[in-house]
């Protein structure tokens, strides 16, 4: 199987949806790999911030993208991201990572620059690939495309609660608004837009639980690649 040819699971939607651990246990479940495109453009973000370089700075981001020190090895609990050779971990999940990232993912010529990157990660058996435009712009070919989506304050209080965990200052009305801001600056931008693939199937996971999550994804896979039950 050539890599343009294994198969791809996409599953898009926007921020605290649920797409991290829901795209890690399909793998696992299926023994593929897996994408957190995410953490592309967290690692242009954080690069950025590390370099003092700023949302406006148009062409300076662009050429960081191009040049991406970014590195994807396999680790004990999924993927570990190293850039400029060093692990940056639960740096990439800051909020102020989250909110450049955001801003870093809105300039046309940044998300080209990353497309091969991506692009690269399709290989044999297969690739379930995490992110915003999975399925309608980097794998819009991939047999079965997901849109997990979840209301925002839901994915608020989510967000929170991770970062509570980690001992980190937060507060809720704060991650609201700016969830609210990012969610609209991802539907609206004028390239690859956070929206549902048009043979996408939309999963509302607000009150769903991850094993349901889950199952309900890895059945759609059976279905469509006409996987054996004992693969999935």
């Keep these: 199987m050539s890599e343009d040819t294994a198969p791809v699971l996409t599953i898009d939607g926007p921020s605290g949806a649920g797409k991290g651990a829901v795209s890690a246990r399909v793998a696992d479940a299926l023994g593929w790999r897996v994408l ?3 953490a ?9 911030l590390d370099r003092d370089i700023a949302a406006e700075q148009r062409e300076a981001l662009i050429e960081l993208s191009r040049d991406l020190p970014l590195e994807f090895r396999p680790g004990r609990d999924g993927i570990d ?14 909020e102020p990572v989250s909110v450049m990232a955001s801003k870093v993912a809105a300039i046309p010529e940044v998300r080209e620059a990353l497309l091969d990157l991506q692009r690269g990660c399709r290989r044999a058996p297969g690739l379930v690939a995490d992110g915003r ?6 794998f819009p070919d991939a047999p079965v495309k997901v849109f997990l989506e979840a209301s925002v304050e839901e ?11 980690k001992g980190e200052p937060v507060i809720l009305a704060r991650l609201f608004r700016d969830m609210q801001e990012r969610d609209r600056r991802d539907r609206e931008r004028s390239v690859a837009p956070t929206v549902p693939a048009s043979d996408a199937i939309v999963i509302d996971s607000t009150v769903m639980g991850l094993d349901e999550v889950v199952a309900t994804i890895l059945e759609r896979v059976r279905r469509c690649l006409d996987l054996p039950p004992e693969r999935t």
């Design 40 to 48: 592309v453009y967290r690692a242009v973000a954080l690069a950025a």
């Design 81 to 94: 991201v190293l850039l400029d050779g060093e692990p940056v971990g639960d740096r990439l999940r800051t």
């Design 133 to 138: 435009d999975m399925g309608t712009v980097v």
């Design 36 to 38: 957190d495109s995410g």
């Design 155 to 165: 994915r608020a209080r989510r967000r929170y609660n991770q970062l509570k965990e």
